[in-house]
């Protein structure tokens, strides 16, 4: 019985150990990552303009404000190198994005989710104020409208990169800035009245 027992405790310890290296990057897929939401409450978060911010069923959520008003969410705090995460969905039309080493409207980075008809290009497009599009995604295949997304950006020194569900969009170098806040923009317009940006997760691990 004692020999059985020690048969099934080592057939245990092997399965944990091997769960821990199934799938894509699990067991350690979130070593070094810090949540930036919370999943609760809009807490190290700030508002700008007048776009609605809100946690629904642990979700961060945003929308136009009252007459179409825009607005921006974004970190107390500021970053430079890192790794980010952030697994989304969008009601469409959608013309939103995640900011970052974001300083100010004429000084970031994001990384869009949206649909831009001139010229033709979808989410994952790395835009940069005055600067337009760094690099654009053109394969609006890779987008899924109806479900969940994960953009990944790496931002390390002046080199950037964007993965839009595991395709890489983006791989560019720029040095208009080299560190900011991390934030979600909804824009103005009517035509985007019904758009709605939905935030499952957002981590980052500082490189």
Known sequence: MRRVLVVLCLVVAMSLVGCGEV???????????????????????????NARWFVEDGMLVGTQGENNAPGDLFTTDTYGDFLVTLTYRAEWPCNSGLWFRYQSPKKAYQADILEYKNPVCYSGTLYC?????????????????????TIKVRAEGDHLQVWLNGHQVADVHDD????????????????????????RELLLKPL
């Open 23 to 49: 799938g894509p990057g699990a067991g350690q897929s979130k070593a070094g990552f810090v949540k930036l939401f919370n999943g609760s409450d809009l807490s190290g978060w700030e508002t700008s303009g």
């Open 129 to 149: 104020p005055g600067k337009m599009f760094l690099a654009m995604n053109e394969d609006k295949s890779i987008v899924d409208r109806e479900g969940w997304n």
């Open 176 to 199: 208009t800035t080299d560190s900011g806040k991390i934030g979600f923009q909804v824009h103005p317009g009517d035509q985007f009245g019904p758009m709605k940006i939905v935030v």
